[in-house]
């Protein structure tokens, strides 16, 4: 049988257990006896399964397309409670899950690259798994959850925080072999595999990849812990670059059937190069090309989804739903050509917006989506006030719970804030308004209800001018940093890419005018 069609067995089976019970006699419960009847039933804690993947966008089933094949992130969905406007805090890896893993802000954590630890500012925060492991669970990771290179820390902790967890599983796969074999195909060669447009149709099954093993070894994991209570978070690869997974799931995805992003780079919200992270528009990369790399995308992203699946499996298997909040998120979101841009660290809304859906037993609002925009930082005090722990102080989240019992009723005002280094930008249920160096680079405003796709800015027009200043006022009161520190330049004919500061490109595009 095809790896593509090994969750489809799982889920099989699964199927027919579950029949097979609901056509089982009902057995007559005892009496109980009298000294007994007013004793209440022992509830069970409720266990934490925080399952990540790296780099997803909000690109599938309800966030708009259907398209993209995520059989058991739609039936997550279908269960729990589907937040249509998640925002990360700091659209890159490292800076996004320092934050909503501590709960602080970037300002706060200070990591605003890929290489500082936020232990250097913060040394005795307690994060959110630490936060649980005090509280007497079992905190348990498989894979990636604080920042590791990819693929450069694939089968090893990297740079992890080892107070969070009580055990941890660095699993590594044949995509990891094929990378050091060389056998990774690069579209765009002289750009590093963590950022290249790299791919691989691999042979072999779902298991022998790395993310097949991650699903594995927590579905051993939750056997083990399953007496709890317990914090156990899985953390996906996929669909992070390189792309790599089993050939059948790009099958699903006939390259010339792909709608592509043909957004012209002069609808940018001011200067290109400074809304941008990498130049030129596209990688100057011909269509085919933009084709091939989105049907690795969502190649990746069906592999990685069939996985989530298994591990959502298991804890049906093991008697584990009734109390156990699911989480599913990715540290931000990813942009596909968009103003012709890749992949993330912009304050563009596909760069920000990220996944995030929430399965709570017994919360009211299970099976409905959320519209109010929201922030990673809430998932922290979230998950602590579902598991009736105490309450954790000096978070900058607040808790979602009142949207997981009416998603689209309760009262919920609450902007989203995003940063990158020298960019602020706010969120509100219909506004998108970003500042580049407190406006010395320009400015941007976005009516995300009329223009989705943020082709039209509005900030220099005298009518939205009371909209600007209402939505200045949300922005943090703080001293903006120089933007930067460097963006991509590529040369494709030379196939040769270096790191420019944005100081200097735009020197450079000053020049030329």
């Known amino acids: 049988m095809p790896s593509v069609f090994r969750l489809a067995q799982t889920s099989l089976l699964a199927l027919s257990a579950g029949l097979s019970l609901a056509i089982a006699p009902p057995v007559a419960a005892a009496p109980a006896p009298a000294a007994t009847a007013s004793v209440p039933a022992v509830q069970r804690p409720m266990n934490v399964l925080l399952i990540m993947s790296d780099d997803l966008g909000a690109r599938f ?23 249509e406007r998640a925002y990360t805090q700091f659209p890159q890896c490292a800076q996004s899950r320092s934050s909503f893993l501590t709960g602080r802000r970037p300002n706060a954590t200070r990591v605003f690259d890929l290489k500082t630890d936020f232990r250097a500012a913060l040394p005795d925060v307690v994060t959110l798994p630490q936060y649980f492991r005090q509280q007497g669970y079992y905190a348990g990771r498989v894979g990636k959850i604080f920042h590791q290179g990819v693929p450069t820390h694939i089968g090893t902790s990297g740079p992890d925080d080892a107070p969070s967890w009580t055990e941890v599983v660095n699993p590594r796969g044949r995509d990891k072999d094929a990378e050091i074999a060389g056998r990774l195909k690069n ?63 790009f099958d699903l ?3 010339e059937k792909i709608r592509i992003e043909d957004a012209p780079p002069e609808h940018a919200a001011v200067r290109p190069l400074v809304t941008s992270n990498m130049w030129p528009a596209n990688y100057d990369a011909p269509e085919a090309e933009r084709r091939r790399m989105m049907q690795a995308y969502y190649a990746s992203t069906t592999f990685m989804d ?3 699946g298994l591990v959502l499996d298991a804890l049906d298997r093991l008697g ?24 993330k660290n912009a304050l563009w809304e596909s760069s920000l917006r990220t996944p995030l859906i929430i399965r709570s037993p017994g919360a009211r609002g299970n099976g409905a989506a959320s519209p109010k925009p929201v922030e990673l930082l809430d998932i922290y005090p979230t998950l602590v006030e579902l598991a009736g722990l ?21 009262a919920w005002d609450r902007p989203a804030y995003s940063q990158v280094q020298g960019g602020r930008s706010v969120r509100t249920d219909r506004w998108r308004y970003t500042e580049w ?39 943090p009161n703080e001293t903006v940093e120089p933007r930067g520190p460097a963006m991509i330049l590529y040369d494709r004919a030379a196939g040769l890419a270096k790191f420019e500061t944005y100081a200097d490109a735009l020197a450079k595009d000053e020049g030329k005018k």
């Open 437 to 475: 160096e407190g406006g010395r680079l320009g400015a941007s405003l976005y009516d995300m209800v009329a223009d989705p796709r943020e082709l039209r800015n509005l900030a220099g027009e005298a009518k939205y001018a009371p909209i600007v200043r209402k939505l200045q006022a949300l922005l």
């Open 306 to 308: 069939a996985q989530v």
């Open 187 to 249: 579209l765009t060669p002289g750009i590093p595999y963590g950022a290249a447009w790299a791919y691989l149709d691999d042979e072999g099954k779902d298991a022998e990849q790395t993310d097949g093993k991650i699903a594995d070894e927590t579905v051993k994991m939750l056997e083990k812990a399953k007496d709890g209570p317990f914090f156990i978070a899985a953390g996906f690869y996929r669909p992070h670059v390189p792309d790599v997974a089993p050939k059948a799931y």
């Open 61 to 83: 089933g309800g966030y708009g397309f259907p398209e993209v094949k995520t059989p058991n992130l739609d039936r997550l969905a279908r269960e729990g409670v589907l937040f």
């Open 390 to 410: 105490p309450a954790k102080g000096g978070l900058e989240g607040v808790s979602l719970t009142p949207l997981l019992a009416a998603p689209r009723k309760a």
């Open 253 to 255: 995805y006939p390259p």
């Open 320 to 343: 584990l739903k009734d109390n156990t909040i699911v989480v599913f998120m990715s540290d931000h979101g990813y942009m596909l050509g968009e103003h012709g841009q890749w992949q």
